[in-house]
């Protein structure tokens, strides 16, 4: 059985798995109105490794993917997603703590859209649905990354 060094355990292709892992959740949801409107997502996982203060926050970002064809979107889905990301990944909190429990966290510049998480110090923001559902779609591609990497550490 091939090794696989301590480094690659989180790397970016552990965050692309977890996504793919996903999607057939996020797919059947496109569809769904009571989900959102939409009929797109964008997912942001940043690097679990990377700090605010060590690096800038489009260094940290591991991996992004669109679902649904960005051509056609009606809002910047990307845009949003990354607000959410940057906002959980610089407090370790989920957007949605942020904004109902702790605005006093907020800086000006921040989005006031929620729909992202920090699990275990697993960052993941999802933009595109209602964003209770983004929130869920955020937590399950968490969930499965750290998951995916469980499974690359107990292989080695």
């Known amino acids: 059985m091939q090794s696989i060094p301590l480094a690659a355990y989180w790397e970016r292709d552990a965050a692309a798995q977890a996504v793919r892992l996903a ?11 009571r989900v959102g409107e ?5 997912i942001v996982v940043m690097n679990p490794l990377a700090r605010p203060g060590a690096c800038d926050f489009p260094a940290a970002i591991l991996y992004e993917e669109s679902i649904g064809d960005p051509e056609k979107w009606d809002a910047d889905y990307g845009a949003y997603a990354r607000g ?11 957007s ?26 697993v960052v993941v ?3 595109g649905a209602n ?6 779609f955020a937590a399950a591609i968490a969930h499965l990354f750290k998951a995916v990497v469980q499974g690359r550490q107990d292989r080695s």
């Open 38 to 42: 939409s009929g797109f997502f964008h």
């Open 125 to 127: 923001a999802v933009s």
């Open 96 to 121: 949605h703590e942020i904004m109902a429990l702790r605005p006093h966290l907020l800086h000006a510049k921040d989005s006031r859209v929620w729909g992202s998480v920090a699990i275990d110090g």
């Open 84 to 94: 959410k990301a940057r906002l959980s990944w610089r407090t370790g909190l989920s």
């Open 131 to 136: 964003p209770w559902f983004d929130e869920a």
């Open 23 to 33: 999607l057939p959740m996020l797919e059947a949801a496109r569809n769904d109105q």
